[in-house]
């Protein structure tokens, strides 16, 4: 009598092509007798990745050879990433989340750049501690890029219109205000024989420009009398006056003669 024993081969697994760092490990190498049912391991997985399936499924019987099962990864071209925007406060130089750009799509392990947004009254900062203005995209879908925005400021500056008085109160100063600030108006100017219009602004907030601030002045109308005498030196013996109204500053007419006989 002649014997012959069964012969054993192994199964082992291995992945082609670029192998993404968070792959599952593969299956550990097995040996079966020739002949035997082999049950081919579970896809593989990778977050952000597409597993194309082993190159045998199901079971198959052991050949009486070695057997090597082979898959690949495809990087997923729609993994999520997110942007957020922050703008600078107010009242100090830090920054709050104003905007989440959610559900932005890329290709796994590839670098995904945010895009800085327009923002009336802001500037776009690269240099501000923190900004992430790209990143490679992960599979897990965590990847968050950061962008700054410093708050602009602006100018209010203010100015006469028209004619203006010898003697008008100076006019404020420029003055820089931070966007979005509160704004109060100087008060309002003088100068003697005139009515000041007012300034052309209230309070407000500072918008995104500079801002200039105008006002003028008018002369003001007043009543006045012309007394003729007939002395010039000691002013007695009044032969007429009249009465009338006339502009500040203007010359007030008179009639040399009126009044004498």
């Given amino acids: 009598n002649l014997y012959y024993t069964r012969n054993s081969y192994e199964v082992t697994y291995e992945y082609e092509g670029t192998i993404p760092a968070s792959a599952s490990a593969v299956p550990g190498k097995v040996s079966y007798k020739y002949g035997a049912e082999v049950t081919v391991a579970g896809a593989a997985t990778a977050p952000g990745y597409t597993f194309s399936g082993w190159d045998r499924t199901g079971t198959f019987a052991m050949p009486a050879e070695d057997v090597v099962i082979k898959g690949s990864f495809t990087a997923n071209t729609d993994t999520v990433y997110q942007v957020e925007h922050y703008k600078q406060n107010l009242e100090d130089d830090g920054f709050t ?12 392990d590839t670098t995904a750049t ?15 501690e923190g900004t992430i203005i ?7 879908g965590k990847l968050v890029l950061k962008l700054f925005y410093t708050r602009n400021s602006y100018k209010v500056t203010y100015k006469y219109n028209g004619s203006v008085p010898v003697d008008a109160s100076t006019l404020p100063g420029e003055e820089t205000y931070k966007y979005g600030a509160a704004v109060s108006v100087a008060t309002d100017a003088t100068a003697v024989g005139h009515t000041f219009s007012g300034w052309d602004k209230e309070d407000f907030t500072m918008p995104a420009e500079n801002v200039e601030i105008t006002g003028s002045f008018t002369k003001n109308e007043y009543g006045y009398t012309v007394n003729y005498y007939k002395d010039s030196i000691t002013l007695e013996n009044t032969l007429g006056s009249d009465s009338a109204k006339g502009i500040f500053g203007n010359d007030i007419p008179y009639e040399d003669g009126k009044y004498l006989p």
């Fill in 134 to 140: 790209s990143g490679i995209i992960t599979g897990d």
């Fill in 114 to 128: 945010a895009v800085p947004k327009g923002y009336d009254g802001f500037t776009y900062d690269p240099g501000v």
């Fill in 97 to 108: 989340l104003a905007e989440t750009e959610r559900g932005l799509k890329g290709t796994t």
